[in-house]
């Protein structure tokens, strides 16, 4: 069992920066490829980010490639999400993920092969 707890969301303007962070329970996280998703008013669940259990391969959805940056410390059982320029259009909750494998990230993680989901937190971007 891995208990997922995000933090760090808020109220920003538009071109500035948020870092998102996911503590998770239990010994065995870096057994766990991480992810962060999110979901806006009326839409979706959608991939945002996802990194490998070590850290070496990385995988972004193109609306947010060349700002975001999703970064891991095994040691401190927790993922990150570094979010610049952000847009009015990130405004969503985000979720963090866990999916027990050790595959590279070689493209979008899908929703329905998460093991493990994050309760959210909640990113609104004024413009």
């Known amino acids: 069992q891995v208990q997922l707890v995000e933090s760090g969301g808020g109220l920003v303007q538009a071109g500035d920066s948020l870092r998102l962070s996911c503590a998770a329970s239990g010994r065995t996280f870096s057994s766990y490829a991480m992810g962060w998703f999110r979901q806006a008013p009326g839409k979706e669940r959608e991939f945002v980010a996802a990194i490998s259990w070590s850290g070496h391969s990385t995988y972004y959805a193109d609306s947010v490639k060349g700002r975001f940056t999703i970064s891991r410390d095994n040691a401190k059982n927790t993922v990150y999400l570094q979010m610049n320029s952000l847009k009015p259009e990130d405004t969503a909750v985000y979720y963090c993920?866990?999916?027990?494998?050790?595959?590279?990230?070689?493209?979008?993680?899908?929703?329905?092969?998460?093991?493990?989901w994050g309760q959210g937190t909640q990113v609104t971007v004024s413009s």
């Open positions: 993920a866990a999916k027990l494998t050790f595959a590279r990230i070689m493209g979008v993680m899908p929703g329905s092969e998460i093991d493990y």
